[in-house]
């Protein structure tokens, strides 16, 4: 993962309707560079720009225009970054911008504006992103925001059973309720989940229903659990290293041993070699003379036994 699609996993998912198409929409903007990120729950979409290629391109749709690729940028970050963060375009920064999808599974932005009083075009180009970017940037955090909020409901329930139980134990010792609009039923939770669902789902799919899901509160859960995702990570990753430069204490006795015996045996062979020379530069005369001075020996008789 590259330092701009890790800046991007960071940033939530930004409701965001342009040319009357509803999107969810991610955006970095570097110092000469973008990344964009597009999906409508159908298709995703993206851009990489670096400085040559939004030069180039400013160029080419800008020709009367002559100023540095960094002005160029730092205009096209005051009117496109309104829109892509959910604003008013147009109220915040006098822009106008359209989409149109591509027959080849493309989109591009339009976007209209001035500079210093001559018309300033510029048009995002985003192509079909890949399953990988998606599934990183959209599909993996989902899943985890999904049991995260299942766990709370499970927990919820359980914190309403135990509210009841606790109200049974008042009313048994005589409490009773001051005004009778507080009284509620006990909770019942495959009940509960029936008519929460036959009530909820129309809503959900109903066409009032515009922000895709992502709302204030969904953008802060999205961005909380990415961050602790990537530090749980950062910490595996840090382990794994650590591991790696610790000496394999299993492994070491064997080096220790062949390097202490080696010049053991180097020793025993420089000795030997030595004794060889001594024996072999010794006078051979003294050898005869032992030799001869040893007197004969006598015969052995054979010893008789009684019986022959």
């Given amino acids: 993962m590259d330092?701009?699609?890790?800046?991007?996993?960071?940033?939530?998912?930004?409701?965001?309707?342009?040319?009357?198409?509803?999107?969810?929409a991610k955006s970095w903007f570097g110092e000469a560079s973008y990344r964009v990120l597009l999906t409508d729950t159908r298709?995703?979409?993206?851009?990489?720009?670096?400085?040559?290629?939004?030069?180039?391109?400013?160029?080419?749709?800008?020709?009367?225009?002559?100023?540095?690729?960094a002005a160029f940028f730092s205009h096209l970050c005051e009117v496109a970054q309104p829109c892509l963060l959910g604003g008013d375009s147009e109220a915040e920064g006098g822009a106008t911008i359209s989409v149109t999808r591509l027959e080849a599974g493309g989109l591009v932005m339009r976007l209209k504006s001035e500079l210093a009083g001559l018309p300033f075009h510029w048009e995002f180009h985003c192509s079909p992103a890949p399953v990988s970017l998606v599934c990183a940037q959209l599909?993996?955090?989902?899943?985890?925001?999904?049991c995260l909020l299942q766990w709370q409901v499970e927990q919820l329930g359980g914190l309403l059973v135990r509210k009841d139980a606790e109200i049974q134990d008042y009313k048994e010792n005589g409490a009773t309720l001051s005004r009778e609009r507080l009284q509620t039923d006990v909770f019942q939770e495959e009940t509960y989940r029936e008519n929460y669902l036959t009530k909820a789902l129309p809503l959900l799919w109903s066409e009032s229903s515009n922000d895709l899901g992502f709302n204030a509160d969904l953008q802060q859960l999205y961005a909380t659990v990415v961050t602790h995702r990537n530090t749980q990570k950062r910490k595996l990753?840090?382990?794994?290293?650590?591991?790696?430069?610790?000496?394999?204490?299993?492994?070491?006795?064997?080096?220790?041993?062949?390097?202490?015996?080696?010049?053991?045996?180097?020793?025993?062979?420089?000795?030997?070699?030595?004794?060889?020379?001594?024996?072999?530069?010794?006078?051979?005369?003294?050898?005869?003379?032992?030799?001869?001075?040893?007197?004969?020996?006598?015969?052995?008789?054979?010893?008789?036994?009684?019986?022959?």
Avoid at 6 to 22: S, T
Wanted: aromatic share 2%; net charge neutral; proline share 9%.
């Fill in 3 to 24: 330092s701009s699609e890790d800046v991007l996993l960071h940033r939530p998912w930004i409701p965001v309707r342009i040319g009357g198409c509803q999107l969810l």
């Fill in 43 to 69: 298709c995703a979409w993206e851009e990489t720009m670096d400085a040559a290629a939004i030069q180039s391109r400013a160029q080419e749709l800008n020709r009367r225009l002559r100023a540095s690729v």
């Fill in 139 to 146: 599909v993996r955090p989902l899943l985890a925001m999904s």
């Fill in 237 to 308: 990753s840090e382990e794994d290293c650590s591991a790696a430069e610790e000496p394999d204490l299993t492994s070491s006795p064997p080096a220790v041993e062949s390097l202490e015996t080696e010049p053991a045996k180097k020793e025993v062979q420089t000795q030997e070699k030595i004794l060889k020379e001594k024996t072999t530069d010794r006078p051979p005369t003294q050898q005869e003379s032992n030799t001869a001075d040893r007197q004969p020996s006598k015969p052995k008789k054979k010893k008789v036994g009684l019986f022959r």
